[in-house]
């Protein structure tokens, strides 16, 4: 048992011993078949800062639910939906349009955009949203959610945030950092950091905080940094293992991990009165817990089976449910926001991938095709999953649509890329 839980942390610690690399841009590495043909044609306006209509429709494509109409294949470019010609978009089969026109409003901008239902030959939406010049790429992906609800009935989820740790350079040089970004992987921000490794962050569910662990001390503790401000406490220093950090759905207590009994075994940590609830107690090693979306159980990873395999924990009654018995490696489990789906790593033949199990029907399919895949986020609305892959000798950030038809690269700060998290919704 030891030397597993040796074999753990250290493979948890070999996740920062890449070398650097450079930024890198969004790159679609597998589109989906049944994407709905969309044309962002360009926001009229002249000097603007962004190209807001190629972030709306690297957005949507992103999502793997949409395919938007190359530039070179649009007839014209409409700034208004009565100066649409229908019958010219449904010539390049395109199911939806959509038009804006972007005018200076003293030191802010004005877009006034639509969207058109093409072969319903009507306006979907319509709308004016202002923005100062530092605003402009948030009032983009803003307009993207709202189409995409429009169109799909999901909310969007472009205006959240996504956490990573990167790690740069070697030996006593050695830096890594904790960063947030938009969740297209631009605007990124370094909040902390440190020469001593940073792990498992996850964001507080109002999005103001994230719950980390940090090695600064020479051991691992549990850490709370508001995001805007950089004011942290430390929520947990135990003598041994302090890890896997989760918040509860109301945010007034984390879940975790800790070995200051014994064997690692899941905890609950009450925030505002520091209390802990010791929750499983067994020879096994019981981490990555993960709340269920009512906040009524939690998933985590277990070897009390013989090898990592996901289970159930109900907080009411204690009773331990497992979850996967497909293969002999299942881990680090996060629930759909509907609760009907487990995304996590699996191991498969060719390594491992992300994965997702229905769990009314036990049904398990590879998301990815990655051969070192790990550390899958959920994006709120359960559209995307984020996670953290290899390039060449590199640690980068990849995402997956929920069901595997489409995927991509996201840019990130220089460095080895690990441990992504992505936020809730921001309002």
Same mark, same amino acid.
């Given at each position: 048992m030891k030397r597993y839980l040796g074999l753990w942390l250290a493979a948890c610690l070999l996740l920062f011993v890449q070398q650097a690399q450079a930024n890198l841009?969004?790159?679609?590495?597998?589109?989906? !078949?049944? #994407?709905?043909?969309?044309? *962002?044609?360009?926001?009229?306006?002249e000097g603007l800062p962004e190209d807001l209509a190629r972030i709306v429709s690297d957005d949507l494509e992103r999502s793997g639910q949409f395919e938007p109409l190359p530039r070179d294949s649009m007839i014209s470019r409409p700034a208004r939906g009565e100066a649409v010609n229908y019958r010219d978009w449904r010539a390049v089969s395109a199911d939806y349009l959509v038009v804006a026109e +972007? &005018?200076?409003? =003293?030191?802010?901008?004005?877009?006034?955009y639509e969207l058109l239902d093409v072969y319903g030959e009507s306006r979907?939406? =319509?709308?004016?949203?202002?923005?100062?010049?530092?605003?402009?790429?948030?009032?983009?992906?803003?307009?993207?959610d709202q +189409?995409?609800?429009?169109i799909t009935g999901i909310r969007g989820a472009f205006s959240t945030r996504i956490a990573y740790v990167t790690a740069q350079g070697a030996g006593d040089a050695r830096r890594y950092g904790l960063h947030i970004a938009d969740a297209d992987g631009r605007n990124s921000q370094q909040i902390l950091d440190s020469d001593q490794p940073i792990m498992s962050p996850a964001w507080s569910p109002d999005g103001t905080k994230l719950a980390y662990v940090s090695f600064e001390t020479e051991r691992p503790a549990i850490y709370i940094q508001d995001v805007t401000t950089g004011q942290r406490v430390r929520a947990s220093s135990f003598t041994g293992i302090n890890s896997a950090p989760a918040w509860s759905p109301d945010g007034r207590q984390l879940a975790m991990s800790l070995s200051r009994d014994g064997q690692p075994e899941l905890y609950l940590m009450d925030i505002a009165s520091r209390?802990?609830?010791?929750?499983? !107690?067994n020879s096994a090693i019981d981490t990555e817990p993960s709340f269920a979306p009512d906040g009524r159980s939690l998933v985590f990873t277990s070897d009390r089976s013989g090898g990592p395999q996901l289970y159930r924990y109900d907080l009411a009654s204690g009773r331990v449910e497992r979850l996967t018995f497909t293969g002999n490696?299942? #881990?680090?489990?996060?629930?759909?926001?509907?609760?009907?789906?487990?995304?996590?790593?699996?191991?498969?033949?060719?390594?491992?991938?992300?994965?997702?199990?229905?769990?009314?029907?036990?049904?398990?399919?590879?998301?990815?095709?990655?051969?070192? !895949?790990?550390?899958?986020?959920? #994006?709120?609305?359960?559209?995307?999953?984020?996670?953290? &892959?290899?390039?060449?000798?590199?640690? *980068?950030?990849?995402?997956?649509? #929920? !069901?595997?038809?489409?995927?991509?690269?996201?840019?990130?700060?220089?460095?080895? +890329?690990?441990?992504?998290?992505?936020s809730p919704f921001l309002n």
């Amino acid at each position: 048992m030891k030397r597993y839980l040796g074999l753990w942390l250290a493979a948890c610690l070999l996740l920062f011993v890449q070398q650097a690399q450079a930024n890198l841009t969004i790159e679609i590495t597998r589109g989906s !078949d049944r #994407a709905i043909p969309i044309a *962002i044609v360009p926001f009229a306006g002249e000097g603007l800062p962004e190209d807001l209509a190629r972030i709306v429709s690297d957005d949507l494509e992103r999502s793997g639910q949409f395919e938007p109409l190359p530039r070179d294949s649009m007839i014209s470019r409409p700034a208004r939906g009565e100066a649409v010609n229908y019958r010219d978009w449904r010539a390049v089969s395109a199911d939806y349009l959509v038009v804006a026109e +972007v &005018t200076a409003e =003293g030191s802010d901008y004005r877009v006034r955009y639509e969207l058109l239902d093409v072969y319903g030959e009507s306006r979907l939406l =319509g709308e004016v949203v202002t923005a100062d010049p530092q605003r402009l790429r948030a009032a983009a992906h803003y307009i993207s959610d709202q +189409v995409f609800e429009a169109i799909t009935g999901i909310r969007g989820a472009f205006s959240t945030r996504i956490a990573y740790v990167t790690a740069q350079g070697a030996g006593d040089a050695r830096r890594y950092g904790l960063h947030i970004a938009d969740a297209d992987g631009r605007n990124s921000q370094q909040i902390l950091d440190s020469d001593q490794p940073i792990m498992s962050p996850a964001w507080s569910p109002d999005g103001t905080k994230l719950a980390y662990v940090s090695f600064e001390t020479e051991r691992p503790a549990i850490y709370i940094q508001d995001v805007t401000t950089g004011q942290r406490v430390r929520a947990s220093s135990f003598t041994g293992i302090n890890s896997a950090p989760a918040w509860s759905p109301d945010g007034r207590q984390l879940a975790m991990s800790l070995s200051r009994d014994g064997q690692p075994e899941l905890y609950l940590m009450d925030i505002a009165s520091r209390e802990f609830r010791r929750l499983t !107690d067994n020879s096994a090693i019981d981490t990555e817990p993960s709340f269920a979306p009512d906040g009524r159980s939690l998933v985590f990873t277990s070897d009390r089976s013989g090898g990592p395999q996901l289970y159930r924990y109900d907080l009411a009654s204690g009773r331990v449910e497992r979850l996967t018995f497909t293969g002999n490696y299942n #881990a680090r489990g996060r629930l759909s926001p509907d609760g009907e789906s487990l995304f996590m790593i699996h191991r498969g033949n060719r390594g491992y991938q992300v994965a997702r199990q229905e769990l009314e029907s036990g049904r398990l399919v590879t998301l990815t095709e990655g051969r070192w !895949d790990e550390s899958p986020s959920v #994006a709120p609305n359960g559209s995307m999953v984020l996670f953290a &892959t290899q390039q060449g000798s590199a640690g *980068i950030l990849g995402a997956v649509s #929920a !069901d595997g038809r489409a995927s991509f690269r996201l840019p990130a700060a220089r460095g080895d +890329v690990r441990e992504p998290a992505w936020s809730p919704f921001l309002n």
